[in-house]
């Protein structure tokens, strides 16, 4: 196939023969097993500092994530910005 084939069905060619590969190998069934990555949970915030995140830079879009950070570090607990990945980041 030629690579203007690949772009107009809108994928890569590593991608086609890797998906060639799967069905010369499974049939559909091995297609149908694909799944997109799960998200990773652990990585997440509870979620009362990830209200806490959004409702404070909703209030105050113009502050930077350093700044949201320090803001609300001031107002919470000291515990506050370790626990929270957005002042991390």
Request: charged share 30%; net charge positive.
């Amino acid at each position: 196939m030629s690579l203007k084939a690949f772009k107009m069905m809108g994928y890569f060619r590593d991608s086609f023969y890797r998906f060639k590969e799967l069905y010369e190998t499974g049939g559909e069934a091995a297609l149908q097993d694909l799944t997109r990555k799960k998200p990773c949970i652990i990585s997440r915030l509870d979620e009362s500092i990830e209200k806490a995140v959004v409702d404070f830079s909703l209030q105050k879009p113009a502050y930077g994530q350093l700044r949201v950070c320090n803001e609300l570090e001031e107002t919470r607990s000291s515990h506050f910005a370790r626990g929270c990945a957005f002042c991390l980041a």
